[in-house]
């Protein structure tokens, strides 16, 4: 699923950042390497695509509305952020995807949550 979003878009897809969190849900829960890397890549798809869709709403209310109030946006950017604080507790070079998405939108609703 998360190599067909990737190649083929969402497009067709009614909610491809809730879908992307089903797949890392699920594929976190197999804790093995190849399922990992899976679950890493739903995560970096379905934050790459709520960013795009929260950068397409003009009015920063609705946007902040747009991430901060439907549930499973929300999920998606605190599982971010805790891979972010992840890599950066252990000291470990974090994945190049994952310092490049890393986005301000992101923090400022984590820093609300507290």
Same mark, same amino acid.
């Given at each position: ?6 190649? *083929? ?8 950042? =809730?879908?992307? *969190?089903?797949? =890392?849900? /699920? /594929? #976190? ?7 990992? @890397?899976? #679950?890493?890549?739903?995560?970096? @798809?379905?934050? $790459?695509? *709520?960013?795009? $869709? ?6 920063? +209310?609705?946007?902040?509305?747009? /991430?901060?109030?439907?549930? =499973?946006? $929300?999920?998606?950017?605190? *599982? ?11 000291? +470990?070079?974090? +994945?190049?995807? /994952?310092?490049?998405?890393? @986005? ?6 984590? @820093?609300?949550? +507290?």
């Amino acid at each position: 699923v998360v190599e067909w979003l990737e190649t *083929l878009g969402e497009d067709g897809v009614e909610l491809p950042v =809730y879908v992307c *969190l089903l797949c =890392y849900k /699920l /594929l #976190a829960m197999a804790q093995t390497p190849e399922s990992t @890397t899976w #679950a890493q890549a739903a995560l970096h @798809t379905g934050h $790459r695509i *709520l960013q795009a $869709r929260a950068a397409s709403i003009q009015d920063e +209310d609705l946007r902040q509305m747009f /991430l901060e109030q439907v549930p =499973y946006n $929300r999920e998606i950017i605190l *599982l971010w952020q805790q891979q972010v604080d992840n890599c950066v507790s252990r000291k +470990d070079p974090p +994945d190049l995807w /994952l310092l490049e998405h890393s @986005t301000t939108s992101s923090q400022s609703i984590l @820093t609300s949550a +507290d």
